[in-house]
């Protein structure tokens, strides 16, 4: 006889990113569904880790991380967004980085840190799949808020509407998976507005930071000091890197809400991978204008998918950042998006990324009715992309 046992996640089941790629694997189809790079790490990457296990450097670190990557992480951060943040207020890296097992466990732990039994969290769909089962396990529950279609912009009027005096965080994340939205300065103002009128706290999701097209900017969290006063800010090297398996990330929060944090996050890992700190920190230090390169290089892969969808059936939709580009397909097919995708991955030999199972599943039956719409990865050799897209055009 076992104990009872009753799932603590009724509504969850295999992640989507974990269905299309075993399915693109099984049926040999051109894997354009979960978001993963197809080129390699950087060389100094590789040879940095190869020399920190070979140094030895192969002990746990401390569990908020190895100081030195701590150090660059900070200078990284006021370079990029803290250029007009007074010095009182620019991030500490000692005392406002933890260095994570990917951003995934970074949201996880904030996610802990702050949600109470019964509190509510406002997350915007289509939103990554990780947020919500954070938030249930706490004790929690999302309040989904669709973003408009087809531009997908929140609209903020209904985020007022929908807080009352459960409301405990609000969820955003940009450059936005899997819409490839950004948030602007205006969608940022607002948020901090209504966060500081609330008494809420925000946790910001922004692990396509660097990848941002057309020249627009990324709007961080960390430039605005009243905003960062009550946010957890996420980000990953893995997207930044091309190195999405070694699950490294850090979360940047201030320092009360950090010794929040790390009590968490010390009983979740103790210590992120410590070859992989150390390589991280060198890259950081020896190679910093990759991350300056990172936005040109996925742009003109952007404009490569796009241009060779161009004599296609599929409305391809704006793309300002992130490396996913959203296919509408209603000229193509009458199946749901889940059908189509597995349709698209057994017979036609590419696999995308439905876009439903990012919808809380109750506004479901309405979602099918208005929106046919796919995600694909273009993080590959233009190669395939062009092949991809070759198959694509004959639909
Ligand atoms: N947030 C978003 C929006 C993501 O797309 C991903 C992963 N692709 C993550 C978080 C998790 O990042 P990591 O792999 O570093 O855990
Ligand atoms: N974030 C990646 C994507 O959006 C996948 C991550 C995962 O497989 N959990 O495709």
Known sequence: MKPSFQTKLPHIGTSIFTEMSMMAHQYKAINLSQGFPE?????????????????????YCPSSGLPELLE???????????????????????????????????????????????DEVIVFDPAYDSYEPAVELAGGR????????????????LVRQTINNKTRA??????????GTLLSRSDLITLQKLVLEHNLYVISDEVYEHITFDGLRHESVLSYPELFKRAFVVSSFGKTF???????????????????????????????FTPAQYAIASMLKNQPNHIGELAEFYQQKRDVLVKALEKSRFKVLPCQGTYFLLLDYSNVSELNDREFCHWLTQEIGVAAIPLSPFYQADKLANYHE???????????????L?????ILCQL
């Open 39 to 59: 080129f390699d790490t950087p060389e100094l990457l590789k040879s940095a880790i190869n020399q920190a296990i070979a140094e030895g450097k192969n002990q």
């Open 386 to 390: 062009q092949k991809a897209a070759e």
């Open 72 to 118: 660059q992480i900070g200078e990284m951060i006021k370079i990029r967004y803290q250029k007009d943040v007074s010095i009182e207020n620019k991030v500490d890296s000692l005392n406002n980085i933890t260095v994570t097992s990917g951003a995934t466990e970074a949201l996880w732990v904030a996610i802990q840190t702050i949600v109470r039994q019964d």
């Open 370 to 384: 208005n929106n046919k719409v796919v995600r694909l990865c273009f993080a590959k050799y233009d190669k395939t």
């Open 142 to 157: 999302c309040r989904h808020i669709s973003m408009n279609t087809p531009d997908y912009a929140i609209d903020w009027s």
């Open 242 to 272: 091309h190195c999405t398996g070694w699950k490294l990330g850090y979360c940047v929060a201030p320092t009360d809400l950090t010794v929040e944090f790390r009590k968490i996050h010390q009983y979740v890992t103790f210590c992120s």
């Open 170 to 179: 609000i969820i955003i994340n940009s450059p936005h998976n899997p819409t």
